[in-house]
């Protein structure tokens, strides 16, 4: 969390659920003083896990993926952070269904 705040960070990339703190609850806490920062989700449970605990079209990368579809993803979402000059947070990912919390 430090070094969001001290250095300029356009995109976090986090497990859904980590041990201590889950990535939702991360992002939060980040987004706090970084409203604008754009946030992937990425995890290896099924679907319906995963809605319960990130909002209704968050941006997900289903596991396992491949360094391409990765590096496709965060291109996707910085470009469009950069071409509307705002964070893409928002935008509706196709691997996660807009069911769930939220």
């Known amino acids: 969390m430090a070094l969001a705040q001290s250095a300029q960070v356009d995109l976090l990339l986090t497990d859904v659920v980590m041990?201590?703190?889950s990535g939702p609850e991360l992002a939060d806490r980040i987004?706090?003083?970084s409203p604008s920062l754009t946030v992937l989700y990425m995890s290896g449970y099924d679907s319906e896990l995963v809605a319960a605990k990130v909002a209704a079209g968050a941006n997900f990368l289903?596991?396992?993926f491949t360094p391409k579809s990765l590096l496709t993803r965060v291109a996707e979402l910085l470009g469009a952070q950069r071409n509307q000059g705002k964070s893409p947070r928002g935008a509706v990912s196709k691997d996660l269904p807009r069911s769930?919390?939220?």
């Open 31 to 33: 987004t706090m003083k």
């Open 62 to 64: 289903q596991k396992p």
């Open 100 to 102: 769930g919390r939220g």
């Open 19 to 21: 041990p201590g703190v």
